[in-house]
């Protein structure tokens, strides 16, 4: 009998019970999805490190090693392999402008790959290449197929025995200036040290790849003590893809351990109001249970169940909901494919996000029976008695002179506000809560807007950026820098304490890189000191005035420098003058060149190694704002819905308890429009008292959000009046939405059934 | 003259196979400025009557004319304007909004009733003016029920419609009750229409209607009705 009874009571309160089990699907489907990708990019990034044998350290030298040094480092105490290493910039013949990142290990079990299609490496081939499956399907190139690199003056002949993944090659670019990948002219290729020794004659491998526990200290004291001389030690850390993955992972994890929780936390707290409210409906039913002689027990079980059942269907669809949304912000073929180029796309769902479902199922049947329980409470007469909600107090605020002003309809508004506390609060907390969401959503957005135009419009005023060829003379760079009239730089590798950093010299007569410094002010550099990027300058606690010192890698050489400010930077690096660093005794050897004239200006000369257009770097951050904006978008949708259902079920249950009075006034003679704009009017007031309270907390999360994410960006918190007026719009239309959905039942009030029964 | 007229009313409730002649062709005519009592077992059509007249519900068939005008086609608004303006309820069950004060319960009319009396003035007629700022669920039984008669005069409305309005009430409570509400209804010169099971009011009516299953059986005036304090209650 109870179980049809079950049945029946779904029925009757199908409204809301459905919003309960939307509420917790989004509160859930939110948190788990947004955890599922950062997890799901860690382990999946960690494993394809792992399989391809992805190197711990680099020892890095000019000079390059001997497989005699290579045997040392890898016979000595904590080394689990070390290989020698070789990469270079092909021509790609036939293919353009292409290029190809050609790399040679002497180990393939170090920075190796992973073969998708074709042969299995061989290491003895001479002739193979195994290139980069992306690369090969963005030029119709197929394995069997024959390609002929070209480097300075080697050329590599081979056929395409397989198409590859690479970990080292994870993210496919040609150094830091260009962001994303671009496969069509760029992509990456393996050969044997068997084919490169035949192409080269002597090979010269500059790099030992190392897979070791060991600390950065140990291996370079390691390294220092095996090879008597001073090589560059980069941990896995400070290379590209190993740094970008793991970032890539910390925004998720910074975007899904802030906003996510809150989407729980309304959601679970409005299920607390409703229960509570749909057990005090059914409290004469409980009580009629009770008075027929069924055990508290029995009646406990089956309202607990509705509370089970509920969150059972909640945390199922929270979960197929949570996969979706994982999925949806990172899947091969969206904008996160774009940028990793990984075999495995699984999306995992981790243990704590397990736990979670399982505490809310938990929380949910616990809710459920701590209000039957209070509704259980005393004798079968106690039980039989119907909720009835507070008496009726006067408020303080009626002693006020506005109090005697107010019409008979904000009267009415206040004074259920305050006698239903609790469902106010909750409407109240809704609000709030997305509006910060959607504030912190849009504000994010907005932050990054900021960024790229402070760096992209006002920082650098250049058209076109010169890459200088590493081999090309100081005279030629001079005639370059000289020809086309611009500003010029040089960057510099060296170690600041254990890190490595980019140590950029700028010469900028002409203004058209400028620096920002915390404020996006734009002071010239001074000749007195160097200009360091915020996260160094929090990383390692420096602030103008301290000093600090560089060791540039190749040699034994340490610079004391002083620091003159603080600079707002893309990358992590120190910047200064060409004046200081002739103080400091450091040569400056022109790297790049930028200058106003447009790419095509520039003429073809053996000095120049690329020539890139600004607004190509500023494309290639597109993808970047495209894997943020699923992100934003996706919050602000699920808010929006989040919001929309909270509101919509506290709406109907206002409506429900507030029946009695709608349809007396009905009776006197109110029409339903204006009972309708009575109901609305409390909704607005509501809605925009969470507006208030919820624009300042949205910039305070946005800027918890921003602190997490201050070790990938260096971005000054942005939320603009556009964004604050979107979401008040947002909010508004949604509480209208809603009130004019429950005040349109007012044409359904039966008046005459309303005013059979007394209260 | 007659206020309100009945020509030919039904109402018909169909609930799955089954049809329920609530009011089963009603003819009747009430006059102006008279004392209705209407009298009939439970599940008569009594409150079906008082709600089709008061537009709180509409005929299946027929024509309820009030005033000259038919309120039996009025659309939703329109019947609220004429419950707003014509007519003034009190129930069994007081029916206050219980988040208002007693003056506030009765000022809420003004909202839609421009020339509503004044509150004060009414509150101090049903002996309430003291308790003008407590709220219902502070009051008696009566003397909520006195300020529902209250609101309902409040409006200045034609017609007074009262259904068992001492139905919730102990007799002698319900006696002095029943007598403000004659005595009020008097003095500001209402028809007042009255469904009760009391025997003792019936003889104060000027007419006196009888209800059994939907039909009127039968229907007395009272050439001379008892005053208010010559009934025994
Ligand atoms: N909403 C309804 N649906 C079906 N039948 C109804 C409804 N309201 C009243 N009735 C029936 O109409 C008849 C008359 O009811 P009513 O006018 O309330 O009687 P009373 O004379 O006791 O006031 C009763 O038999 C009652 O059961
Ligand atoms: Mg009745």
Partial sequence: MLRKKLWRTFLLYKAQFLSMILMIAIGIGIFVGFNMEWVSIEENTGSFFEETGFADYRLISEEGFSGEEQEKIRDSAGIDAAARYAVFDVDVAGFGDDALSLSVTEDASVSGFLVLAGEAYDDESDDGIWLSDRYAAANDIAVGDTLTLDYQRLRFSGEVKGLVKAGEHLICVRDETQLMPDYDTFGFAYISPAFYERAAGVPFYPQIHIRSALTKNQITDLADDVLGRTVMVLTKDEVLSYAEAKGEAKEGKAMGSILPVLFLLIAVLTMVTTMHRLTAKEKPQIGTMKALGLKDRRITRHYTSYAFLIGLLGVGAGLGLGYYIAWYIMHPEGSMGTYLDMPDWTLRLPLFCVVILAAAEIALTLIGYGSVRRMLAGNAADALRPYAPKKMKPLRAEKTKLWRRLGFGARWNLRDVSRHKSRTLMSLFGVVGCTMIIIAALGMSDTMDAFLDLYYDKATLYDTRINLADDADGAASEAIAGSYGGDTSAAVSARLEDKAVSLEIYDTPGNLVRFPDEDDHFQPLGDDGAYVCLRLSRAFDLSPGDTFTLRPYGGDDVYTLKVAGLIRSVSENIVITPAYAEKLGLSYDIHSVYTALAKEEIRDDSAIASVQSKQTIIDSFDTFIDIMNVMVYILIAAAVVLGVVVLYNLGVMSYTERYREMATLKVVGFKDKKIGRLLIGQNMWISFLGLVLGIPLGVYVLGVLLDALAGEYEMKLAVTAQTCFLTAGLIVGMSLLVSVLVARKNRKIDMVEALKAGE | ?233
């Fill in chain 2, 1 to 233: 003259m007659p206020i309100v007229e009945f020509q030919n009313v039904s109402r018909v409730y169909t609930g799955g196979e089954h049809t329920l002649r609530a009011l089963d062709r009603v003819n009747l005519t009430l006059d102006s400025g008279k004392f209705i009592v209407i009298l009939g077992p439970s599940g008569a059509g009594k409150s079906t009557l008082l709600n089709l007249l008061g537009g709180l519900d509409s005929p299946s068939e027929g024509k309820i004319i009030v005033e000259g005008r038919d309120i039996s086609t009025l659309s939703g608004d329109e019947l609220a304007e004429y419950r707003a303006a014509a007519v003034g309820f009190v129930f069994q069950f007081y029916n206050l909004i219980p988040t208002l004060t007693v003056a506030e319960n009765v000022a809420l009319v003004r909202e839609i009733v421009p020339d509503a009396l004044p509150v004060d003035e009414i509150l101090g007629e049903v002996g309430l003016f003291d308790h003008r700022n407590q709220f219902p669920a502070e009051l008696s039984g009566g003397e909520q029920q006195r300020v529902s008669i209250a609101r309902a005069l409040a409006k200045n409305p034609k017609i007074l419609l009262c259904d068992e309005p001492t139905g919730a009430l102990d007799s002698e409570t319900g006696a002095v009750v029943l007598k403000l509400l004659l005595s009020m209804a008097k003095r500001h010169g209402k028809t007042i229409v009255i469904v009760t099971h009391n025997q003792a009011i019936a003889k104060m009516a000027d007419v006196v209607i009888r209800v059994k299953s939907g039909k009127i059986v039968s229907r007395e005036e009272q050439a001379e009705p008892l005053g208010v304090d010559e009934v025994e209650w």
